[in-house]
């Protein structure tokens, strides 16, 4: 089991440990400029201009409200710096910013469901 499955940073110098998710996804993706099928063939011709762009997907399960405000609070800055775990190169720096996050309650306590996606820009 790991330490840290991730970690943030508002300048990318100094990183703050994070709670570790419930669930954590990554996917790479690639960006494509100018891409179309041929009119000839029907094959897609692909302009990639960049690869294994990340995306990640956070899950946590019963947070108290406390660290739901604290990984909130980590995650609000318009672009930030994460260090996030993957199967490839252990800890993944990238600048990032965060998608909408989704957040429910659970009923009968005082705990929260807690979803977010970061992107590398």
Known sequence: MYSTWWETSNDGTTYTEQKAPSELSYKPNDLDSDSYRSVVTGKLIRNRIRSRVAKFEFRFNGLTATDA???????EPASFYAKVRT???GLRTI???????????????ERF???FSLIEY
């Open 69 to 75: 405000a604290t990984i909130l609070s980590a995650i």
């Open 87 to 89: 199967p490839e190169s």
């Open 95 to 109: 600048q990032c910013y965060s998608g909408p996050p989704d957040i429910s309650a659970i009923e009968g306590t």
């Open 113 to 115: 469901n807690l979803s």
